[in-house]
């Protein structure tokens, strides 16, 4: 539906097997006429599916420039990137883009190659353009960690944002870009995703009556030490961690949090989650994704209103809503999954002394002492070294680095790495097939005394040496060679082995690594050094 297209109809149309996407209302062409932009089209139960074989930046359904339209009901899935996208703009630039509705739609494994999407995405002024009452999961996963659920992109303004569902999103389950504005986030679930919110915008957006659900490294906000301006409205939403009680909103405990000011005004001073809560929403069934509401859920004391899911997607007869159920999600072809993998090869030389690792995400609290930083002070291929700085009164797991390149295929691994310990520092590295701790594969931790601890800190009879270079080889199988079983060797820098050992256990479900992590694991002062991380692969097609 290109430019001049009007009060048009496109429903109940089965889409797939598509070298691009499905569905394309209005023009991209800047500037774009307002008199001739798509305007009042409807795009309603339609099940869009199996695309993005020669052009995998194409999306199911895409609008460039329009107003007034509507995209309802649909079913989107099996994408190589974002489900439903509105706006073609990266700046503050009035295009005539508004008035649009995204709503009941069920978007679903997508952006299952490229990344910097969404399972729905907007990008640019839309003002007046709701998203509302949709289903969108397992966004980046299978196989990748790199999508969110609902993404406001740069330029994105004056958007609402309200009773939608988002779980099992590989990075964050709402996500406001740079540039953004006036963006209204209400009412919405966001469960199992890499971060609740993610938020770099400094002017004012509105957060209220969330619930977030989090696990494994799962974090309210996406991660920085602080926000520039805390001007904005975040309040009365609910937060809760399954397995890390402890769990921080950037780098603040939540009595901290909620202390912070934006910029003060005569009618009202922004403070982050006054009225917000700590507390289990009590989910019908949390682990089959049933994301109702129980009757005593402290969300709906709150002021949360439960979200009706039973009227998303398709309607009509039992054999089209039935459709989607009949389509099996194929694995991606080998070039498809070579797009996007990238072996990790970091000597930490790519960065200047005390910046972070170039390639590498960062989990710190700095003012507790607990940190790491690219040094010169230690390294075993010179100039550089990560140095891990690890201090008392902090939680186990600060500081750390992890790599989220996804790796999948099926082929054998072997990631070594090069560790230099003072004394009382404790390292605890694994993979893992998710973000969260489900289904970890090779995984060891080094205690205080230097055992050698295998994952549940299984113990072993070796102790290994402080203050020397020692290297480890981690071997496993991935996909179709992933048996549950791998190999690790240690050596000194002389060649002496000190420990060798085959037919490790691991979960036996994994087989891909979505996170690869060094965690500083002490309970008081210590430091440790990282050198020479390289991810190999051995065979395998």
């Known amino acids: 539906m290109g430019p001049d297209c009007a009060n048009n109809t496109i429903q109940r149309n089965h889409l797939h097997d598509l070298g691009g996407g499905g569905i394309r209302v209005g023009t991209a062409d800047r500037p774009p006429i307002f008199e001739r932009l798509a305007h009042h089209t409807l795009v309603d139960n339609n099940f869009i599916h199996d695309g993005g074989h020669i052009h995998p930046g194409a999306t199911g359904i895409f609008m460039a420039y329009g107003r007034n339209n509507t995209f309802s009901h649909n079913e989107v899935c099996d994408l190589r990137y974002t489900g439903i996208s509105l706006g073609w703009t990266w700046d503050i630039y009035r295009s005539g883009t508004r008035e649009n509705i995204v709503e009941y739609n069920h978007v679903h494994h997508v952006m299952r190659?490229?990344?910097?999407?969404?399972?729905?995405?907007?990008?640019?002024?839309?003002?007046?353009?709701?998203?509302?009452?949709?289903?969108?999961?397992?966004?980046?996963?299978?196989?990748?960690?790199?999508g969110h659920g609902i993404y406001l992109d740069g330029g994105s303004s004056g958007v609402l944002c309200e009773n939608n569902i988002c779980h099992d999103c590989g990075h964050g389950g709402i996500r406001i870009q740079h540039g953004t504005s006036c963006l209204t986030v209400l009412n919405n679930i966001v469960a199992f995703c890499g971060f609740g919110l993610g938020i770099d915008s400094e002017r004012t957006n509105i957060f209220q009556y969330n619930i977030v659900y989090m696990d494994g490294d799962g974090t309210p906000f996406a991660f920085v030490p602080e926000w520039q301006s805390y001007n904005k409205i975040i309040d009365y939403n609910l937060y809760y961690h399954a397995s890390n009680p402890e769990f921080r909103f950037l780098s603040f405990t939540f009595e901290e949090w909620q202390k912070k000011e934006g910029i003060k005004d005569i009618?009202?001073?922004?403070?982050?989650?006054?009225?917000?809560?700590?507390?289990?929403?009590?989910?019908?069934?949390?682990?089959?994704?049933?994301?109702?509401?129980?009757?005593?859920?402290?969300?709906?004391?709150?002021?949360?209103?439960?979200?009706?899911?039973?009227?998303?997607?398709?309607?009509?007869?039992?054999e089209w809503t039935s459709l989607p159920k009949q389509y099996q999600l194929p694995p991606l072809l080998p070039e498809e999954r070579a797009a996007g993998m990238h072996l990790v090869e970091d000597n930490f030389d790519d960065a200047q002394v005390g910046q972070k690792p170039a390639?590498?995400?960062?989990?710190?609290?700095?003012?507790?002492?607990?940190?790491?930083?690219?040094?010169?002070?230690?390294?075993l291929s010179p100039p550089h070294s990560l140095r891990f700085v690890d201090a008392a009164d902090v939680t186990y797991h600060m500081p750390h680095m992890y790599y989220t390149s996804p790796i999948v295929g099926d082929f054998t691994l072997t990631v070594s790495f090069d560790l230099y310990r003072e004394p009382g520092a404790m390292l605890w590295t694994e993979w893992r097939h998710t973000p969260g701790y489900a289904k970890v594969g090779p995984c060891l931790h080094i205690a205080a005394d230097g055992q050698l601890l295998f994952q549940n800190k299984?113990?072993?009879?070796?102790?290994?040496?402080?203050?020397?270079?020692?290297?480890?080889?981690?071997?496993?199988?991935?996909?179709?060679?992933?048996?549950?079983?791998?190999?690790?060797?240690?050596?000194?820098?002389?060649?002496?082995?000190?420990?060798?050992g085959a037919?490790?256990?691991?979960?036996?479900?994994?087989?891909?690594?979505?996170?690869?992590?060094?965690?500083?694991?002490?309970?008081?002062?210590?430091?440790?050094?990282?050198?020479?991380?390289?991810?190999?692969?051995?065979?395998?097609?």
């Open 458 to 500: 299984r113990p072993s009879e070796t102790y290994l040496p402080a203050e020397e270079w020692l290297h480890f080889e981690l071997t496993d199988g991935l996909g179709a060679l992933s048996d549950g079983l791998w190999d690790l060797r240690i050596t000194r820098q002389s060649g002496e082995v000190l420990f060798e």
């Open 267 to 318: 009618w009202y001073t922004p403070r982050m989650d006054v009225h917000s809560r700590i507390a289990d929403p009590k989910f019908v069934d949390v682990a089959a994704r049933d994301f109702r509401l129980q009757p005593d859920s402290p969300a709906l004391a709150m002021g949360f209103r439960p979200i009706d899911m039973t009227t998303v997607g398709l309607y009509g007869d039992a």
């Open 359 to 379: 390639y590498a995400a960062v989990v710190e609290d700095v003012e507790a002492g607990a940190y790491l930083e690219v040094s010169d002070k230690r390294a």
């Open 503 to 541: 037919n490790l256990p691991c979960d036996p479900e994994f087989s891909r690594i979505l996170w690869l992590g060094f965690v500083s694991s002490a309970t008081g002062p210590a430091e440790m050094y990282l050198d020479n991380v390289v991810m190999k692969r051995v065979d395998g097609g």
């Open 113 to 146: 190659v490229l990344e910097d999407g969404g399972g729905i995405y907007s990008l640019g002024l839309t003002p007046g353009s709701i998203i509302r009452n949709n289903l969108v999961h397992d966004v980046g996963t299978p196989p990748h960690a790199i």
